[in-house]
């Protein structure tokens, strides 16, 4: 399995972005995919997950309402639409996918297999 994260970049405070992480190597609709990130100095966190149906999604309480995960199966695409950034949002994003039919809350607890290479987020006030 191999993933490719991409749609980083600078956007102001208020602003939005939109991240992709393109799937391939198996079959994509067998596996959730996880997006966490990790700013400097802190250790990586989880922020939003969807299940592999796609029928089930999962936020950080922080993102709840800003953020919105999605995934399009014809594209083995998931894409993590990402509005009213903050500054506190700068990190670099990852994409990870785990072969699993969890859903929920159980999807922040899983051991992900496999790991995109990360794209950068900057918000600036």
């Known amino acids: 399995v191999q993933l490719q994260a991409s749609g980083g970049g600078l956007v102001q405070a208020g602003g939005s972005r939109r991240l992709s992480c393109e799937f391939s190597?198996?079959?994509?609709?067998?596996?959730?995919i996880g997006w966490f990130r990790q700013a400097p100095g802190k250790q990586r966190e989880f922020v939003a997950a969807?299940?592999?149906?796609?029928?089930?999604?999962y936020y950080q309480n922080s993102v709840q309402g800003r953020f919105a995960i999605s995934r399009d199966n014809a594209k083995n695409t998931v894409y993590l639409q990402m509005n009213s950034l903050k500054p506190e949002d700068t990190a670099v994003y990852y994409c990870?996918?785990?072969?699993?039919?969890?859903?929920?809350?159980?999807?922040?607890?899983?051991?992900?297999?496999?790991w995109g290479q990360g794209t950068q987020v900057t918000v600036s006030s």
């Open positions: 190597g198996l079959t994509f609709s067998d596996y959730v």
């Open positions: 969807i299940s592999a149906s796609g029928t089930s999604t």
């Open positions: 990870a996918a785990d072969r699993t039919t969890a859903t929920g809350r159980l999807m922040p607890l899983l051991v992900y297999d496999w």
